[in-house]
């Protein structure tokens, strides 16, 4: 009786001990509303829709401020030249492109269900919010209609591997910030798989080190993708499409309404930067012909990820003597040949290349003169050189590669790769069929020829800032086959001078040597006699 | 007596599990990420030959494993490694832990467990390390 | 043979001074402009830099020595004897001749050297000066709307650059054409012409 006496003191001591130890209530300090505490969130939802319905019962103008950004229509119209651009129509040198592949890539569209052209760009509750806004990172979309599964999902269908449910109620509980992980499910993953297309951004970056990339560095400044990319009305700023090749502009200054990129360098550091150190001004004075990003990212792929060099489609669709696809690797465990894609170089902490860069991109598109005797065909040719007065030298990521193309009508085409069916390459492996598919998708002609074009894409590096000390140093650039060696229509100390003046100048300074020597010879020996 | 003993017992544990329940914190995996990797992973890099993904083991084992506290087989505990006094030791190199250096234990334990369960084998998102 | 006092100590710290840092501007002046590597370029241009200024700053106390001295007018050309000078450099030193030209206080230098001096002074200095200081500032400039184009500045510096050196060959032998091989040089650490040795001699 004691012992139950003595327990039950205890059990009044626990029972009250949380009112008092915990003296203030448990309160999220990051957020004035707890989405777990919204009765409309309370419930099962069996679909993404569903979700986003409950989210318009508040956030009523969301969806609608979405329906205007490029993340939803994947189009955009090119300001300068008016080119339609986006997602929808560009060709690039890896997947190359949407059209009939759209199951497989709109997994990556802020949206649900679109699989072909009878997609609704209007609906509303089609939206998807949680891609960008979940915080738990177990958000996932399947291919295929960009579903997240409801259930465990085998994919790809008969593989024997499965997707598990996702919790959708906890998902929409937890919604936040957009983040580096939300951003880079797809970012990170473009091209295919992680960090293939771009070079400078790869999963490394969702925690990354101060030396991977300064801002984002996760013990550090551990900026978010729209600390930069800031995002009003749910535009998200800073597009490779229209690019800033030179920002003239001063710091951005809270209150001030700017029409400038925000996600410059100049943006936030200004136009004189280099405050430190004896040789800061002339640093500044840099600015006026070389990007930030020229001396801050010596090389992109730092995060022990690698990205696609080189992809020559020529080479796929070799098979086993079994008539199975081959898939072969380097040492490292990197997939250098897959008989759906053809050869493959990758590469880590990649050199990047230099270029004059002003902003302007000018896209190789759909129906665009292609021809295999004018040499190397550009993805996008980039504007700017250095006397227009608006461009810098930019770091590119240069990919080069070989892709299909129609001989007869001279254009680039968008074969059908992804897909259950019998003309998908990656299932049949024969591209006439397979182009006639993706070209039938996107209303364009085809002639039935298919031959390998070479092309090359342009990729301004910007993000993986390394830290200051890492920054290239003088003679990086100052220099004879250095950085820069490739660079036209500037002239760079140490790299250049005139010739003539080289030879003209040796040989006077070398003549009056020679003659002083003469003399002093004749003199020296006519002393001695 | 003895069944009023059992009871007081039972009663006893049901209140301190709501107790503990009631005051749930809801544990950071991106704060349990940064650091299970930078204090963690990098002193197993360094000294303990080699570093070990949370996808080493199941959800099932990183519980029993966590429950038991057991580190370095028994030598010592996981708490020790996430308690203050231990970030304050390494703070001077160590960015995470100067980072963290304030946050209480117990939520940085919760906070590395999340990570580790949700990149478990057969967690959410299975976590390797690149 | 009398003794002259030629060199006043602020000369001798003048030309001292600008012999170490015009060659130390020429090594450096020509690792930036890619000629070899020994310092690297952060290095040879910071050196440059500075080596640059303190040459100013020593210039402009120069220049006002010259005109509150009167020194200037060692450096009025003349063709008076030039064509002795010539033909002792070319025939008759070898024959041992002594030098056709007597050094006085009023005029130091002899006609041909004179003339060289002030070539450096008023054409080769300001070309490499003005090239040099365009190069420093030419980001400045170009804010300010006067743009010019890095290679010819940088063109016209190497120019410079070029004759600085022809010159300081050319003067590195000349000087030891006097009576003895090291009579001007002494004359250049000690101020006088014409040491003790030669005069007990």
């Known amino acids: ?529 | 007596m003895e069944k009023s003993h059992i009871f007081a017992t039972v009663i006893t544990t049901g209140l301190l599990c709501v107790s503990t329940l009631a005051s749930a914190y809801d544990a950071d995996w991106k704060r349990g990420r940064v650091y299970y990797r930078s204090v963690c992973t990098a002193c197993h890099a360094a000294q303990a030959g080699g570093s070990i993904a949370p996808s080493t083991m199941s959800k099932s084992q990183w519980g029993t494993y966590l429950q038991a506290d057991k580190h370095a087989k028994g030598k010592d505990s996981m708490k020790q490694y996430v308690s203050k006094a231990y970030r304050a030791s390494i703070k001077s190199q160590n960015k995470a832990a100067e980072k963290f250096a304030d946050v209480p234990e117990d939520e940085l334990f919760e906070d590395i467990k999340a990570f580790v369960i949700k990149g478990a084998k057969d967690g959410d998102s299975p976590a390797s390390c690149s | ?201």
Not at chain 1, 145 to 161: A, F, M, R, Y
Not at chain 1, 349 to 364: L, R, S
Request: glycine content about 10%; charged content about 20%; aromatic content about 10%.
């Open chain 1, 1 to 529: 009786m004691l012992k139950s006496r003595f327990f039950a003191v205890l059990a009044a001591i626990v029972l009250v001990l949380p009112g008092f130890s915990g003296a203030s209530p448990a309160v999220k300090l990051n957020t004035t509303a707890d989405h777990g505490k919204f009765k409309e969130l309370q419930r099962q939802f069996n679909s993404g829709p569903e979700v986003t319905k409950a989210c318009l019962g508040c956030h009523t103008e969301a969806a609608m401020q979405v329906h205007r950004t490029k993340h939803w229509t994947w189009e955009v119209i090119n300001p300068v030249n008016q080119q339609r651009l986006g997602k929808k129509n560009v060709i690039n040198n890896y997947c190359t492109s949407t059209a009939s592949n759209l199951g497989a890539c709109a997994t990556c569209h802020v949206g649900y269900g679109w699989v072909n052209s009878s997609f609704d760009f209007s609906s509303q509750e089609n939206v998807d919010c949680l891609v960008c806004h979940d915080s738990t990172g177990t958000y996932k979309k399947m291919p295929g209609g960009g579903q997240p599964p409801i259930k465990d999902t085998e994919n790809p269908p008969g593989s024997g591997k499965f997707v598990k449910a996702i919790d959708l109620t906890k998902v929409a509980q937890k919604v936040g910030k957009t983040s580096r992980d939300t951003c880079g499910a797809c970012h990170f993953f473009g091209g295919g798989g992680d960090g293939v297309k771009h070079g400078d951004m790869d999963s490394s970056l969702a925690a990354p080190d101060k030396e991977v990339d300064v801002h984002m560095d996760a013990t550090g400044l551990d900026f978010s993708c729209a600390t930069c990319h800031k995002a009003p009305a749910h535009e998200v700023v800073g597009s490779r499409y229209a690019a800033t090749g030179k920002d003239t502009g001063d710091a951005h200054m809270r209150g001030q309404q700017s029409k400038s990129n925000p996600a410059t360098c100049q943006s936030c550091h200004g136009q004189s930067p280099h405050k430190a150190g004896s040789h800061a001004a002339k640093l500044n004075h840099h600015s006026d012909k070389v990007a930030c990003q020229t001396c801050h990212i010596p090389e992109f792929a730092r995060g022990g990820v690698p990205t696609k060099m080189h992809w020559d489609w020529s080479t796929a669709g070799k098979l086993s003597p079994e008539g199975k696809p081959i898939l072969k690797k380097d040492d490292k465990g990197h997939i250098v040949y897959d008989s759906r894609k053809g050869d493959f170089v990758v590469a880590e902490n990649v050199k990047p290349e230099y270029a004059w860069f002003n902003g302007e991109v000018t896209y190789t598109l759909l129906g665009d003169t292609v021809d295999k005797a004018n040499g190397v065909t550009l993805i996008n040719a980039l504007g700017g050189n250095a006397s227009d007065g608006r461009s810098l030298i930019w770091p590119m990521k240069v990919m080069r590669g070989s892709q299909p193309y129609d001989p007869e009508n001279k254009t680039l085409v968008k074969p059908h790769l992804a897909g259950n069916d019998d003309t998908a390459y990656w299932k049949n492996f024969n591209w006439e069929k397979a182009i006639e598919t993706g070209m039938k998708a996107a209303n364009a002609p085809f002639s039935g020829k298919v031959d390998f074009v070479k092309t090359e894409m342009y990729w301004p590096i910007t993000h993986m800032v390394a830290p200051k000390e890492k920054a290239l140093d003088c003679e990086s650039c100052h220099a004879k086959g250095g950085r820069l060696d490739q660079v036209k229509g500037i002239y760079i100390p140490g790299r250049d001078g005139n010739p003539l003046v080289n030879t003209l100048g040796w040989l006077a300074a070398g003549g009056v040597l020679c003659g002083v020597s003469l003399h002093g010879l004749i003199r020296f020996l006519r002393r001695k006699q």
């Open chain 3, 1 to 201: 043979m009398e003794r002259i006092y030629i060199f006043s100590r602020f000369e001798r710290f003048w030309h001292w001074m600008q012999a170490l840092l015009v060659i130390g501007m020429l090594v450096t002046g020509f690792e930036i402009h890619g000629s070899y590597r020994l310092l690297g370029f952060t290095l040879a241009h910071q050196v440059h830099t500075v080596a640059a200024w303190a040459l100013i700053i020593l210039w402009v106390f120069a220049i006002f020595w010259h005109f509150t001295t009167g020194e200037w007018r060692q450096y009025i050309p003349t063709m008076q004897g030039v064509d002795k000078i010539i033909r002792h450099y070319a025939w008759g030193i070898f024959q041992g001749e002594p030098h056709p030209f007597k050094i006085t206080r009023a005029r130091k230098h002899n006609p041909m050297q004179a003339q060289t001096y002030l070539a450096i002074k008023v054409l080769l200095n300001p070309l490499i000066w003005i090239s040099g200081l365009l190069y420093l500032y030419y980001n400045e400039l170009a804010a300010l709307g006067y743009g010019l184009d890095l290679g010819t500045i940088a063109l016209a510096h190497t120019i410079g650059a070029f004759l600085m050196l022809a010159f300081l060959i050319s003067h590195l032998y000349l000087i030891t054409t006097g009576d003895t091989v090291t009579e001007q040089l002494r004359a250049m650490i000690t101020g006088w012409e014409h040491g003790d040795e030669k005069n007990t001699k």
